[in-house]
């Protein structure tokens, strides 16, 4: 069934069953030669959930490369629209959901196509980020895209800063680009009063991880720059990588991401942006 929850004022108001495409693995399936995996075998990553965040009726669509990108997650495709005040969310819907969903199809086909395990949710909303704040939430995603287009996907820079949310960048980052062939830099700014030595120990501890989460160690490479702008040195270093992986657990790499125009975010990042997200608090 499609999946078409309208939201208003940030709260839901109709929910339908979520439309899936592609089917995970399932556990303990032989491998495609037919043979059982070997003890000791590297382990399988999980499929890493990824929000994919669209305003499809104001012309947003799937930027080239966000496929490949994605062929080995679980993607959210959010199609959502930010209706005015007055205007009702089911009044919405019933004027544009058929146009909405036909053009969130077509891309959860190029997805799926690829590999992808698609899951689509449209959406009308009164409030964008309350929306996209929940949907983060109810499907438990480990990230979001900042959806740029790429030509290619051979090498992704993974800028880390603090060690909070290491687990869920090493498990969004080995769930996407293991057994892929794409070259991994882990890259780290040293933060005020740390070594040269600190920051590739850090590095170091994050790789060793990465390993064991299946990634072979000849596709990680590490770097540690001392930098007065950080952000400024990300933005330089990720120019010669086709996408970034970038940590929400910082405070200042939230509000580059979610605190400037999406313009300013391409001018820097001309490509795509996964942002992992922290983990939250149980209640």
């Known amino acids: 069934m499609t999946?078409?929850?309208?939201?208003?004022?940030?709260?839901p108001t109709d929910s339908d069953a979520p439309t899936e495409t592609g089917e995970p693995p399932e556990a303990g399936v032989p491998s495609e030669t037919g043979e059982p995996p070997e003890a000791g075998d590297p382990p399988t990553p999980d499929?890493?959930?990824?929000l994919v965040p669209l305003a499809v009726l104001e012309g947003e669509s799937l930027p080239n490369g966000t496929a490949e990108l994605l062929a080995n997650a679980r993607v959210v495709l959010l199609g959502y629209h930010v209706i005015p005040e007055q205007t009702a969310a089911q009044q919405a819907r019933e004027q544009f959901g058929e146009t909405a969903m036909s053009k969130l199809g077509e891309f959860a086909d190029a997805l799926a196509a690829a590999g992808a395990n698609v899951e689509t949710r449209l959406v009308f909303t009164h409030?964008?980020?309350t929306t996209l704040d929940r949907q983060i939430y109810e499907h438990d995603c480990l990230a979001v895209l900042v959806p740029n287009s790429t030509t290619q996907v051979e090498s992704v820079l993974v800028a880390l800063r603090g060690t909070v949310g290491i687990g869920r960048v090493t498990r969004l980052v080995a769930g996407l680009f293991a057994d892929t062939g794409v070259a991994v830099t882990l890259y780290?700014?040293?933060?005020?009063?740390?070594?040269p030595e600190d920051g590739e120990s850090f590095l170091n501890g994050v790789a060793t991880t990465l390993v064991d989460r299946g990634m072979g160690p000849d596709g990680?490479?590490?770097?540690?720059?001392?930098?007065?702008?950080?952000?400024?040195?990300?933005?330089g270093r990720a120019e010669?990588?086709?996408?970034?992986?970038?940590?929400?657990?910082?405070?200042?790499?939230?509000t580059f991401v979610f605190g400037m125009p999406s313009e300013q975010l391409a001018e820097r990042f001309l490509g795509p942006v996964l942002v992992v997200q922290r983990a939250r608090a149980e209640e």
């Open 240 to 254: 010669s990588h086709d996408a970034v992986v970038m940590g929400e657990t910082d405070p200042s790499v939230t």
């Open 3 to 11: 999946d078409t929850p309208t939201e208003t004022g940030g709260e």
């Open 47 to 50: 499929r890493p959930s990824v």
């Open 127 to 129: 409030d964008e980020e």
């Open 188 to 195: 780290h700014v040293l933060d005020e009063g740390e070594s």
């Open 220 to 235: 990680i490479e590490t770097v540690v720059e001392d930098a007065d702008a950080p952000l400024d040195a990300i933005a």
